[in-house]
Nanobody, 120 residues
């Protein structure tokens, strides 16, 4: 089992910056990658960014050049630095951990979500 706790959401003006964090605990050794997803009202949850154990990253096109995902392995924490925020970035942001264990195969764990609102 993996537990994920997000923090750092809030209200920010367009053009502003915000950083959200996700602290993982539990079966850390089984995590192969972590990422951030978001879900706006009336829309499906979508991938924002992912980072693997070795640090390879992937971004959704609309956030490339504005968002940066990083990880601190010593703290078992993943960060999403969001710059040049736009109203369309408003959503609940969810942390995800993808796991693999030989006995059970692949698994997905989710945090509780943190609200990010971009508005003047």
């Amino acid at each position: 089992q993996v537990q994920l706790v997000e923090s750092g959401g809030g209200l920010v003006q367009p053009g502003g910056s915000l950083r959200v964090s996700c602290a993982a605990s539990g079966s850390i050794f089984s995590i192969t990658a972590m990422g951030w997803y978001r879900q706006a009202p009336g829309k499906q949850r979508e991938l924002v960014a992912t980072i693997t154990r070795i640090g390879s990253t992937n971004y959704e096109d609309s956030v490339k050049g504005r968002f940066t995902i990083s990880r601190d392995n010593a703290k078992n924490t993943v960060y999403l630095q969001m710059n040049s925020l736009k109203p369309e970035d408003t959503a609940v942001y969810y942390c995800n951990a993808r796991t693999f264990r030989t006995a059970v195969g692949w698994g997905d764990y989710w945090g509780q979500g943190t609200q990010v609102t971009v508005s003047s």
